[in-house]
C-alpha cells in the first residue's frame, strides 16, 4: 500500500509522520510541549489538549510536505487511539477521522504501547518476529512476546509505578526538572551505583520467574534516603544517589527481560518507550548479554513518543485487514493485551 499518516497526541508531544512500505520514514514532525508543563513539574492534562488543538493541524500539514507529498498521496491513517490522557488522544482521533473520512482512506486505531514495540522496525529493517520486547515509558513497563505482527503475548507489567514515572518522581525530589529520566541518566555517569543499596522488588528467590515489576517500594526508598539526609543537615551527593537509583531499576528491568529471553528461548529483545533511551540500561544489557540475545533499540528520537512508530504500526495492522470505523474513539485506560498469541 502506499504511504501511511501517523498521528500521535496520547501524552504532551503533538507529532505526525509519513511512512512507505511500513518501514521508510518520509517525515516525522514533533512538537514537544515539555516547556509548557515543566514549570507545574510534570504534565497538566487540559493544557496539553489546548496546546495539542493548537498544534495539530500545522504539524500534520508539516509531515506532508517534508515527505514531499500531497494530502491525495496518503494510502491509510494511523492515530494512537490510548492508552493516554483523554483530552489529548480525542484530538488526534478527531483529526485522523477527519482526514480520513475526507480523504476515503482507511483509519487504523493504534495501541500506542505497541507503536513504542514498533519503533524498532523503523530503527531495524532486517527485524522479524519473534522477540521478547521491554516497553518501558513514562506510564508502563510490561514484557511482551512479540510472535508476530499479530500475534503479541503479554507476559508481566508493573503493579504499581511505571519505570518512567519513577524516575521523573525522584527526579522531582532531587530538585531535577521534569522530565527528569535523561537528566539522572546524565547524573547517573558520574556517580557510584554502589554508593547506596537500594531495593530490588518482586527479584527474590519466589519471585524470579515472575515477569511483574513493582517500583514503587524503590520510589519510596529513595525519597526517604533523601528526607533523612536533608533533615540530619548532611550533604546529598546527588550522582551517587542517581547512579544507586538508576542501577537498581535498571537491574531488575534487565534481569527479568533475559529470564523471559532465556525461557522462551528468543535469540532478540528489542527495547522501547522513552526510557529505552537510557545509557544505564543500554549498558547494562551490553554488560550481560555479549552477543546473545541480540539487544536492539531505536535511536532516542524513536524511543520517546513519536507519530513514525503509530504510523508503522498502522501499516501492519491495514496490511491484515484490520482498519477502524468512523466511531473509532479515545480508551485512555487501553492497555497491553495479549492478541492471536499461540
Ligand atoms: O515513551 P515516552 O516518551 O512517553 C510515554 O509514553 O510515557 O516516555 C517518557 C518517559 C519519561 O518518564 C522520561 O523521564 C523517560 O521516558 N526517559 C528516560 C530517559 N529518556 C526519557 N528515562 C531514563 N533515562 C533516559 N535517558
Ligand atoms: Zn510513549
Redesign the pocket.
Known sequence: MGPVLGIET??D?TSAAVVAGGRTILSNVVASQVELHRKYGGVVPEIASRDHLRTIIPVVREAICKAGLSLHDIAGIGVTFGP?LVGALLVGVAAAKGLAYALKVPLAGVN??EG?IFANFLAHPELEPPFVALV?????TSLVHVQGYEKLKLLGQTRDD????V??KV?RVMGLP?????E???LAAAGDPEAVAFPRAMSGKDNRDTYEFSFSGLKSAVVNYLNNLRQRGEKVHIPDVAASF?AAVVDVLVSKTLAAAASLKADKVVLA???A?????RAEFARRTGSFPAILYPP?KL???NAAMIACRAYYQLQAGRADGLTLNAMPALKLTSRGEE
Request: aromatic share 4%; hydrophobic share 25%.
Open positions: 496520547s501524552c508531544e493516554g500506542h504501547l513504542h518501558v515509558s513514562g506510564g508502563h511505571a519505570a518512567g514515572e524516575f521523573d527526579g521534569y522530565p527528569a529520566g535523561p539522572i541518566d546524565r538508576q518507550g522513552g526510557v533511551a537510557n545509557q544505564g540500561l532516542p524511543c520517546t513518543d
